[in-house]
């Protein structure tokens, strides 16, 4: 498989202010990467197709202004989740596309105060 | 739109076989996965099985697929207390965008 890393595990901070996540992919270099997020005892939704070197293709009522996707390298894609209130208190995981599978990083909880 | 159903819980007993199923809905899927996820953590990779294929045994587990009537189940042989977790099944959309549709997910309790 993958070895997939997310930075941080998990964060706390005040409405209004914006919370970086980083993907990282360890030892394969990816082209495509998947950003989800996901409530409690619910499925994954997917938010957005992170794309190397191009823009990010957002899923329908993803707001792409809210949730900024940056895939600058082969190992890194980063979601930022601007201006972040309440209601975007989840569990935020990526997931890596490799040889036609995807393996997903450990998640990252953010808490929004 | 695709949907993809689960059970929500399964119950067993230690030693015992569980056995977890999914409806799906895209008849072009071409791969089906099965992810484990345990408390506050991601998604592991238990095993996939591709849209020709009838089954498929690795170790433990068994996948069995019914295209006609588009049901998978996951077979766990000797369930032990570490399987408890929540089982994902999932479908890659057949349109080439290697997006995944999930299911509901089950939550298995293993009882000691």
């Known amino acids: 498989g993958a070895v997939v890393s997310q930075h941080p595990s998990w964060v706390i901070c005040k409405s209004g202010t914006s919370v970086k996540i980083e993907c990282r992919s360890l030892d394969f270099q990816a082209t495509t990467m998947f950003w989800y997020r996901q409530f409690p005892k619910q499925s994954l939704m997917l938010m957005a197709t992170?794309?190397?070197?191009?823009?990010?293709?957002?899923e329908q009522g993803v707001e792409k202004d809210k949730f900024l996707i940056n895939h600058a390298s082969l190992t890194l894609s980063t979601l930022t989740v601007t201006s972040a209130h309440p209601e975007d208190s989840s569990f935020y995981i990526c997931s890596t596309l490799a040889r036609e599978t995807q393996y997903f990083g450990p998640g990252t909880r953010l808490l929004v105060l | 739109g695709e949907d993809v159903e689960q059970s929500l819980f399964l119950s067993v007993r230690e030693g015992d076989s569980s056995v977890i199923n999914c409806t799906y809905t895209?008849?072009?899927?071409?791969?089906l996965y099965w992810y484990k996820q345990e408390p506050g953590a991601g998604l592991q990779l238990l095993t996939y099985i591709f849209s020709n294929m009838d089954m498929k045994q690795d170790q433990r587990l068994t996948v069995l697929l019914n295209k006609k009537d588009k049901h998978l189940s996951l077979r766990i042989a000797d369930t032990q207390t570490g399987d408890s977790a929540i089982y994902f099944c999932?479908?890659?959309?057949?349109?080439?965008?290697?997006?995944?549709?999930f299911g509901t997910g089950t939550r298995l309790k293993v009882l000691a």
């Open positions: 895209d008849s072009s899927s071409t791969y």
């Open positions: 999932a479908e890659r959309e057949g349109s080439g965008t290697y997006k995944y549709i």
């Open positions: 992170s794309n190397e070197g191009s823009k990010a293709t957002y």
